[in-house]
Each structure stands twice: as structure tokens, then as C-alpha cells.
């Protein structure tokens, strides 16, 4: 099944509220643990067979191309496509009908997901003339779903209705951005408006239009933990959370010079860092090519070779292990 499905990843957004780290890097780009964030998506697309993937650019769109490169160390097949105006997920989608020829896997390129696999999402997808399957998660914070989408169900299991940043839950199913789509998505891409609150063509809308013209929409309950990376502090957490399932308290990349590695304590060092002094770091992440001269121990930070980003933890995120 999986030979006959492709993957697509949207990372053309600019990422304004992670400055002052959007001045120079694409937030999909970012690592996590010395890997950056749309490795992972890749990872998951390539275990559940697939090897054919386009890639929505924009800003910084160089920066994805030069990280990620065309596939070749991922194992995979990458086609990038830039994308100039950014009018929503629906809008990106619909300018990709000439490249897509068959069902396709969707990511939003700035959410880390925590999910053991997506054969359910497969299987789901393969029965009984189903045009789409969502991406769900057993949502105990009520706040998350309203930052995202909920979803309303039949009685059969079938999606009913779709409500992006709904104010009032009825639920505890939050959509997760991760859709599994046949072509009849751009159809009804193609008779989504254009949203008043926010100006924008959104997926949740064409979703629905499947649902009102009785295509068969399902879910996947498949996501354990789900971050969408939106401030600098999601980079920090994220990547103390990842330490954390590795089972690790530090990792320090290649060629990377460090006097006294016994004062780290739940950092991440890039390749080819330089520390200069017998300093004490702890839940730090340090970006590759960085030389740090700092006298004064550092806490709770990310420091790359322009600055060091003092981030105030949230200790209060469900996703945390």
C-alpha cells in the first residue's frame, strides 16, 4: 500500500515568534538533539514505507535545501517546491496538485510528533473507501485542543465535523496535523473560502467539505505526545524531552571541544562547539559551530555563535516525560 503513497512536508513558514532565532535559521531546520526536527518527520515517512517526498519552501527555503538536502542520507526521494505566499495549509496544498499523483502522507514541518507508528493510519486508509484519515490524540488539555482542531465522530467511528481552535469541547479529540489524503482533497481545496478571522485558506475547511459531500473522513488515535515548536522556549523543552527519552544526560556532537564534560548536565552540544572554560551548563542546548567564552555557568538556555537565548521553562508542558 505504501508503494502507491507519497510524502508531503509544509515548512514554508517564517516562524516569526521563535526570534530571535527566525533571523537566521528555518524552524524546521532546528535540532533536536543534533538532528533537525524535519529528520524525524522524514524518519517516520521512510519506516512506514514511504520514499517519495515533497517539501513546501519559503522563507529561508535555502536553509531547508542546504539542511536536509535532496534525500540521498535519509534514503529517501525529495522534491522541494517553494511556495510564495503563505495563505494557510489549505492554500499551500492546493499548489501542489500538478506534483501530486496519488494519496499522500501530510506533515506540518514545525510539530514533533511522538508516535510509535502509522500503519494504523495505513490500514485505516486502505478499507472500505476511505478519502482521508486524521491524525488524532486522546487530549486531556482542553487549551490544546482549542489551539488546534476537534473532531466530532458518527456513530460508526466516521468523522462528523472538523472545528479549527473551537472555543467550546465537546471532546477530548484533538487533531494533531497529520492528515493521510486521497486526490479528492483538491477538489474540495478548490471550494474552500477564504476565512474571515484569519484570512487564510484553512485544511479544516476542505475536510469538511469532504464530510458534507459523503466521502468517508476517519481517525487514527495514534499520537501519544505532540509539539508544535512555535516559541524558543519549544525548542529547549523539546529537546530536554527528547534527551530524556533517549535516555541520556548529555550528547555531545563530533569534533566538539569541551575542558571538563563532567559539569554538563542535560546538555546538547553541536558538532564542532568549542567551550573555553570550566563553566557549568545545565538544560542547554548549543548550536553546531559555536565557540562559547563564558566565564559564568549557564542554565536554561540555547546558545548559538550570535547569542545566548535565556528561556524561562514551562514545567507545567503534559508532553514532558
Aim: net charge negative.
Amino acid at each position: 500500500m505504501t508503494k502507491d503513497i507519497m510524502g508531503v512536508i509544509l515548512a514554508a513558514g517564517k516562524g516569526s515568534r521563535m526570534y530571535p532565532l527566525s533571523e537566521n535559521y528555518s524552524k524546521c531546520t532546528l535540532p533536536i538533539c543534533n538532528k533537525p526536527l524535519l529528520d524525524y518527520q522524514i524518519e517516520m515517512m521512510k519506516e512506514a514505507g514511504i520514499s517519495d517526498i515533497i517539501i513546501v519552501v519559503g522563507y529561508n527555503g535555502f536553509e531547508v535545501v542546504r539542511v536536509i538536502g535532496n534525500g540521498e542520507r535519509q534514503g529517501v526521494n525529495i522534491l522541494y517546491v517553494n511556495q510564495e505566499e503563505t495563505l494557510g495549509i489549505a492554500h499551500a496544498l492546493g499548489r501542489l496538485e500538478p506534483y501530486v499523483d496519488r494519496p499522500f502522507l501530510l506533515f506540518l514541518g514545525d510539530i514533533y510528533f511522538v508516535c510509535p507508528s502509522l500503519k494504523p493510519m495505513l490500514d485505516i486508509f486502505s478499507k472500505d473507501d476511505v478519502k482521508a484519515v486524521l491524525a488524532t490524540k486522546e487530549e486531556q488539555n482542553r487549551d490544546a485542543i482549542k489551539r488546534n482542531f476537534a473532531v466530532k465522530l458518527n456513530p460508526d467511528g466516521s468523522v462528523r465535523r472538523v472545528i479549527e481552535k473551537p472555543r467550546h469541547i465537546e471532546n477530548n479529540i484533538k487533531g494533531c496535523g497529520l492528515y493521510l489524503f486521497d486526490l479528492h482533497i483538491f477538489d474540495a481545496i478548490r471550494r474552500t473560502p477564504r476565512t474571515a478571522m484569519r484570512d487564510e485558506y484553512e485544511i479544516t475547511d476542505s475536510i469538511q467539505i469532504l464530510i458534507n459531500d459523503d466521502y468517508k473522513v476517519m481517525t487514527a488515535n495514534i499520537i501519544q505526545n505532540d509539539l508544535n515548536l512555535t516559541f524558543v522556549e519549544d525548542l529547549l523543552e523539546l529537546n530536554l524531552f527528547q534527551l530524556k527519552k533517549m535516555n541520556q544526560k548529555v550528547i555531545i556532537g563530533e569534533d566538539a571541544s569541551i575542558p571538563d564534560p563532567s559539569l554538563l548536565e542535560n546538555v546538547i552540544v553541536g558538532d564542532n562547539v568549542t567551550i573555553k572554560h570550566n563553566i557549568h551548563l545545565k538544560n542547554t542546548v548549543i548550536f553546531p559551530n559555536t565557540v562559547v567564552d563564558e566565564h559564568e555557568n549557564v542554565s536554561d538556555s540555547i546558545i548559538d555563535n550570535q547569542q545566548i537565548i535565556h528561556c524561562r521553562m514551562r514545567n507545567n508542558r503534559n508532553w514532558r516525560g
